[in-house]
């Protein structure tokens, strides 16, 4: 568990994007796949954006992917991460091809290279807020 | 320093015979009149105050009076609190009733897909004389550049804001890939920096050096401040109209001889997407419509929010391979007056002042005239002008020509 910022951004949970969060919660990383296109998409999205089916089944991902590129935050944008200021943060390319954005723990580790591989952590910062960062493969 | 392969053209070889070429262009619209309010800090004036500054500006330019003009596009300000109504509210304040007029957000891009438009109505028959116009008070009016981008909830959450980050995720990934550096990305702003000096409507008049750039502040790593575009207020407008009319107006005619636009609107869903493959679509339409190819070009107004906005640009307008603007721009001579491609030439969004593109079209369109002065490409007959928006979605671009 990171430092608790005093002020956080929430995730807006919905009754779509619910089981994305609540996988967080239970050390998930779960994401739609279209039943009839098979795409995986994220963000979470009420349809394929490679067919517009709106029928998918939430599907478990392995957690591993790579760096596509990695930044360093130097100047505070948000009050919410005032507190971490310099911290990282990182695009993965997950293995099973969705990419999205995250850190890389602990948050103030300096960027890594791209094609580096991470796996994903599930970072608890309150009691109800779980969030997926990535730790390099060892 | 150069890898093998390189596109980069010597000078000389330049403005040989652009006669064949110029038979191949689309050039069905052509832009008569350019014009600039004040730039810079302007406080207690408005979007609109500060464009019908411009407007009043273009028009003296082109010779062409109000009351020829029979079209209105605009772009809302970063500060306008019209939204996607604001041509009607620019429409009333400056006293037009047009046949054809809207508005367009398209960002860094929109610019260039106004003046599209505007092309596209006059080669119809829907409009004869089209005003394009844009104002903002970003500086003084305050902006919502820092806040989280994406779709819902999904960015901010991971500390994902503003719109240096964006780029400099590209940047960072072009320097893994690639050994681009921030030193190179330097050499854009110095040049630009040099440019500005000599363009007395330029806010930023300091020298720069490349020390001055590797000592600027963090922002969001790789990317410094003097990697950063400045914010400004200000306005500027564009007057497109069909070829025989701007054949009569004040100034030498410029002829849209291409355009084009390309759009990456899936974020995270591309996978080339810090890459902003787009570009290369859109410069190759525009290519391909003005019969030209980067050979041809001899001066090039290149959107430049961030310095590494132009590495990606020099790649994919076909200057340099993929991976190799680094290198090119590097000591700043190839990008310079007397270089292989002489680019933003009037300082850019980087020290010209922040319009969003709209002045690196008025810079194009001065650069082909032969009006630049001390910052005059020698035998300047095409200009490459591009334009890029919002989060790395968005491109538009024009190749003008000499001759209506």
Known sequence: MTDTPAEIIRPSVTDLNRPFWEGCNAGVLRMQACLPAGHLRYPVSDACPTCLSPDFEWRELSGEGDILSAVMFKRSYNKAYEAQVPYNVVLVQLAEGPRMFSNVVPLSSDPLPAGTRVHVIFDRITDDVVLPRFAPVK | ?404
């Open chain 2, 1 to 404: 320093m150069l890898r093998q392969g390189h596109h980069g053209i010597a000078a000389a070889e330049r403005g040989t015979s652009k006669k064949g070429t110029r038979a191949l262009a689309w050039s069905k619209a052509s832009i008569a009149g350019v014009g600039a309010s004040r730039q810079g800090k302007l406080p207690g004036e408005t979007p609109i105050s500060l464009a019908t500054e411009a407007l009043r500006a273009a028009l003296e330019d082109s010779g062409i009076a109000k009351e020829e003009i029979d079209g209105l596009l605009t772009m809302p300000g970063t500060t306008s609190p019209e939204g996607p109504k604001h041509y009607l509210a620019l429409g009333e304040h400056l006293g037009i009733d047009p046949a054809f007029t809207g508005s367009l957000s398209m960002g860094g891009a929109t610019a260039g897909a106004l003046v599209q438009q505007a092309a596209m109505a006059i080669a119809t028959g829907m409009a004869t004389v089209v005003a394009c116009v844009f104002g903002d008070t970003a500086r003084t009016g305050g902006n919502k550049f820092d806040s989280a981008s994406g779709r819902g909830d999904s960015w901010g959450i991971w500390g994902m804001f503003g719109n240096a980050a964006n780029s400099a995720l590209g940047a960072k990934r072009h320097m893994d890939l690639y050994g681009t550096t921030s030193e190179q990305l330097g050499w854009v702003a110095v040049t630009a920096r040099k440019h500005a000096r000599l363009n007395p409507n330029a806010t930023m008049q300091d020298p720069m050096t490349v020390e001055d750039h590797q000592s600027s502040r963090p922002i969001v790593d790789p990317l410094r401040l003097l990697d950063c575009c400045i914010i400004s207020d200000g306005a500027v407008a564009i007057i497109v109209t069909t070829p025989e009319r701007a054949r009569d107006a004040r100034k030498p005619a410029v002829s849209i001889w291409g355009m084009g636009q390309g759009h990456t609107l899936q974020n995270l869903g591309t996978p080339e997407w810090w890459y902003l493959p787009h570009q290369a679509d859109c410069i190759s339409r525009s290519y391909r419509m003005a019969g030209v190819g980067p050979r041809d070009i001899d001066v090039a107004q290149l959107y430049d929010n961030f310095t590494i906005s132009v590495l990606f640009w020099l790649e994919h307008a076909g200057f340099v391979p993929r991976g190799e603007a680094g290198p090119f721009v590097e000591g700043g001579e190839r990008i310079t007056f007397g270089g292989e491609l002489p680019i933003n030439t009037a300082g850019g969004n980087l020290s010209e002042s922040y319009m969003q593109g709209w002045l690196h079209i008025v810079e194009g369109v001065r650069q082909i005239r032969g009006e630049a002065g001390p910052r005059q490409v020698e035998g300047a007959e095409v200009c490459l002008v591009t334009g890029r928006g919002m989060i790395l979605n968005t491109a538009s671009c024009l190749v003008l020509g000499a001759g209506s």
